[in-house]
């Protein structure tokens, strides 16, 4: 029987970890290289500021993005395109 595993991030991008952007790009997309190897792995991703927003819900881990500097830059994360871009939608 293969493995379920369901993964939730939660990022900040409040501007307070500005000094880790780099950190939290790399491990992130560490994590999800690592959870590739894995069967059965969904992802939901979650990004807090002042209120929460949902990035994406459940996709295979196959088909989560990782972060780059267009996609994630604390302080700027509220920016229309990259919401655009990543489809995120604010959470209930």
Same mark, same amino acid.
């Given at each position: 029987?293969?493995?379920? !595993? ?5 990022? $900040? %991008?409040?501007? %307070?970890? %500005?000094?880790? *952007? /780099? *950190? !939290?790009? =790399?491990?992130? #997309? ?14 939901? @991703?979650? /990004?807090? $500021? %002042? ?15 990782? @972060?780059?500097? *267009? #996609?994630?830059?604390?302080? /700027?994360?509220? #920016? ?6 990543? =489809? ?5």
């Amino acid at each position: 029987m293969k493995s379920q !595993t369901h993964v939730t991030f939660v990022l $900040d %991008s409040s501007g %307070s970890p %500005s000094k880790i *952007d /780099d *950190d !939290t790009q =790399g491990g992130f #997309n560490t994590f999800l290289m690592e959870k590739r190897e894995e069967s059965e792995v969904a992802v939901t @991703l979650h /990004d807090f $500021d %002042s209120t929460v927003e949902l990035v994406y819900r459940g996709p295979d881990i196959v088909a989560a993005e990782t @972060l780059d500097t *267009d #996609n994630y830059r604390t302080g /700027d994360w509220r #920016n229309p395109r990259l919401r655009r871009r990543w =489809g995120g939608q604010q959470s209930t």
